[in-house]
Each structure stands twice: as C-alpha cells, then as structure tokens.
C-alpha cells in the first residue's frame, strides 16, 4: 500500500529479560533468548530508520531494558534520530548514576510500573520483592527532574485498591498515572482465571476513578483503561491496525502490536531482512488489517467500522479463533456471547502462572523460592 501516513510511536522491546515475574504480562509465552536480540549497532539503526520515517516517540521497554548494559548507547541513537524518549521500567536496578547517564544520553520521561500499592501485595503479584526498589526508583527520577508516570495493571488481587494506588502515585510525585485493566494476551490470557475481576469490583473501581478525576481536575493526568470484556464495545487496536503505532521486538521482528505475533500466518516481517519504511508501507503483515477493506459482516456494513476498525484482531483471535473476525468484545459480534462468559466466570482463587514460575493467586508470600504453593512452571527468557 503506498502513501500511508507515517507511524507516531515505536514501541522497543530491547529484552524479554526481566527481574519480575507478572503473571499479567503481556509477553509472549515463548520468550525471545538474550542470545537471539539486536545488537547495539543493529537498535541505533532501528532508531535512525524510525526517525527517517518520521516517529517521533518511542518507549523503550522489554522485559526490563535496564537489563541493556548499552542502554544509554540506545537512547542517545534515539535522541539523534529525533525522537522523543521514555524508559518504561520496573524500576529494579535503577538509580542515581544509572540514570544520570540515561539523562545525559537524552532520555526524557520514565513510566514506572506498580502492581500494588501494598508492598507485600506488590511483591507477592511482581513474583519477587521489588516494591522498595521501585519506591527508590520514583525518587530518583523525580529528583532528576524528569516527567513520571506511574502505571498499573488492575486485576482481581489490586482492583480494590484503586484509592490507595492512586494515593500512592501521588505521594511518590507521578505527574500521569495509568490505571490500565488487564488485556489478556501472553501470559494474562494463560492467567485468566486467576486475574478476571468480579463486575462488583470494577463497578466501585470506576467510581473511584470519576471521584479522583474530578479531584485532581487539572493538577494530575488520570487514565482509565476500560476492560474490553465489560464495555460491549470494541477499541480500536492499537489506534487501528499499522495506523499510528510500530513494534519492535528483541530479535528485530517487526508488528502492529505486541501481541500480533500469535496471530496465524502473519509472516511478520525481520528489520534485519527489510527496511523499517518498507514493513511500514509495504509488508502484508501490516496491511492484511489495515483499513476497512478486509473487514466481514457485521463490521464490513458498520457505522462504527472507521472508529472501532473492527476491534482487537488478537482478541478475535482468541476468542474465535479467526483474526479475521469482528472482536467479541463488541455487543453486536455474533461471538459477543464468550466474551460475556469469560467475564461472569469468578472462580475460586486460581494458581498464577509466572513466567518462569506458578504460586497460588491467595497466597501469603508470593517470593520465589519461598513456601506458599510454588513450583517449576513456564520458560525462562
């Protein structure tokens, strides 16, 4: 397809390595090795290519990309090429002199995640001890000066604690917080069960969220992500399929989203095999869903089909085991019947599945290698 308009955002995913274990990871199962990613020379030339087609941010995220001992390397090739920089972080193994140099090489705002706003809760979701770290870590960015944003995925184990989060955020100088429901892909999809909240949660979680938004009107950003399973109403993907977003994953694949690389003969394109315009313009992988043309009933005769674009095509995927299908997620999906099922089914408490390791969702201690129901499970990156 030829005269698409350009991408705004790169997502970089430097690593799969991680120090934590969330079992809400969006991930793939099938983690990429240390031995299979870019190199430092490889990611500079990824950043040159996306400033020459006119990104202009990019998040540099894994995994943990602190795990990149060429980090700095990486962000300055950014800067250069123009675009403006986020470390989206756990914030484990990041201080003072570590992000000294970040700043120095030009990065320019930090996304910290959080998983709880109780520290033991925090670390029994992470898989390992980590809330301190992150604490340290918001300190340390907010005395470098640069913007935070504090972001947490919400599940069955912290959607009752929104007050206490977004007290948190705040008290930890977060100039944006996202509070973002579980999309469940990777290891959330593996992990349904135990993370789907009861609609009873999310109900007083929304009411929550309107009563800090009209408190912090004008003084915080708040952002609500909707759970697609609740709403009846399709998001569209990523902005739309290859409409405003990239991904690069640690070995160079190159997607539309995160999650697409579960999607069935996608073939998706190597930035070592192609240039980053040609995927973006040219590739089948980014123009099988690009647009409306593709589309079948009911989205093809949708007033909403330029809106929506059809939903999720990971999420039809599935739920329907046809990318190619209108997202369940919307009420007028002849499929719209699972996903409602999915969210009435509020079973006992679930054994989580982390990605290298399982331990029970109701467990008093969630620390590797601690008792409390653990055990061997999953891949190691």
Not at 217 to 246: F, N, Q
Not at 330 to 358: F, K, M, N
Request: with cysteine.
């Amino acid at each position: 397809m030829t005269g698409v308009p350009p991408p705004w955002a790169l997502l970089a995913e430097l690593t799969h390595a991680c120090p934590l274990r969330c079992p809400y990871c969006s991930n793939p199962l099938e983690l990429s090795r240390r031995s299979q990613e870019l190199s430092t020379v490889q990611w500079q030339d990824v950043m040159r290519q996306a400033g020459e087609l006119g990104v202009v941010q990019t998040h540099l995220s894994g995994g943990e990309p602190l795990l990149r001992p060429d980090l700095d390397a990486i962000v300055l090739a950014a800067d250069s090429a123009g675009l403006h920089t986020q470390l989206v972080t756990s914030g484990v193994g990041l201080d003072a002199v570590r992000l000294s140099g970040l700043v120095n090489a030009g990065l320019r705002s930090v996304q910290l995640s959080v998983q709880h706003s109780d520290a033991s809760a925090s670390d029994r979701i992470a898989g390992r001890r980590s809330f301190h770290a992150k604490e340290r870590a918001a300190a340390v960015v907010r005395e470098a000066g640069l913007p935070l944003g504090v972001n947490v995925v919400l599940h069955r184990a912290n959607l009752d604690a929104i007050d206490a989060i977004v007290e948190l955020a705040l008290a930890w100088g977060a100039d944006r917080i996202e509070l973002a429901n579980t999309q469940f892909y990777g290891w959330a999809l593996r992990n349904r069960a135990a993370l789907m909240p009861t609609r009873a949660q999310l109900s007083r979680a929304s009411e929550a969220v309107q009563r800090w938004r009209e408190r912090l009107d004008g003084l915080t950003e708040l952002i609500w992500v909707v759970p697609d399973h609740v709403e009846g109403i399709a998001k569209p993907c990523m902005g739309g399929w290859g409409a405003i977003s990239l991904t690069v994953t640690p070995d160079g694949t190159v997607l539309p989203c995160q999650a697409a690389a579960t999607l069935p003969g996608l073939n998706a394109p190597n930035i070592g095999d192609r240039t980053l315009a040609w995927i973006w313009e040219r590739s089948d992988c980014f123009n099988r869903y690009r647009g409306t043309d593709w589309m079948q009933e009911p989205c093809r005769s949708c007033p909403h089909r330029e809106k929506d674009f059809g939903g999720c095509r990971c999420q039809a995927y599935a739920m329907t085991g046809d990318p190619a299908r209108t997202d369940p997620a919307c009420r007028l999906s002849p499929e719209h019947g699972l996903i409602r099922a999915a969210a009435l089914a509020e079973a006992e408490a679930q054994d989580y599945v982390y990605r290298g390791w399982t331990c029970r969702s109701d467990s008093p201690t969630g620390e590797l290698g601690v008792a409390g129901g653990l055990r061997r499970g999953g891949r190691r990156a």
